[in-house]
């Protein structure tokens, strides 16, 4: 448990007119869907990621209750605050919203480098045949 600090990988845009708050839950939200962060991993302490954001510590504490009451961190006694070790469904969700995204922006990407529909589902099935078989054997990716 508590295998590493996560590092500084939150940004927050002043201007983007959506409240910091918002931005931090999101960041985190995304970092759990990608699997930036994990179970165990700590989070940056309140003060720690105010001053390293250059956001009022009221800002941070609203984002992690936030982020407490959907049941994905938690606040421990001498440990600080850490991803929880069962964030279940909530986090497959943002698992699954994060994937869907990236395949968004690799298709986007596709058509820009001139790639055909029928060139890209042939890679997609090639690919996806390799992973599945390796998986069924038991092989990692």
């Known amino acids: 448990m508590g295998r590493r600090v996560v590092a500084l990988w939150l940004k927050v845009d002043q201007r983007s007119g959506v409240p910091i708050y918002v931005q931090l839950v999101d960041g985190v939200r995304h970092a759990l ?47 600080g605050t850490v991803v929880v070790a069962d964030f279940g469904e909530a986090v ?11 395949l968004g922006v690799l298709v986007r990407d596709a058509v820009g480098l001139g790639i055909t529909e029928d060139e890209l589902w042939e890679r997609f099935e090639r690919e996806f045949e390799h992973v599945y078989r390796r998986a069924a054997s038991g092989e990692k990716s």
């Open 92 to 102: 497959r969700e943002q698992q699954a919203e994060a994937l869907y995204e990236r």
């Open 33 to 79: 869907g990608v699997g930036t962060l994990r179970p165990g991993d700590r989070l940056p302490t309140v003060r720690g990621l105010a001053e390293e954001l250059t956001v009022a510590p009221n800002t941070v504490v609203k984002a992690y209750n936030e982020l407490q009451r959907a049941g994905l961190i938690e606040s421990r006694p001498g440990v």
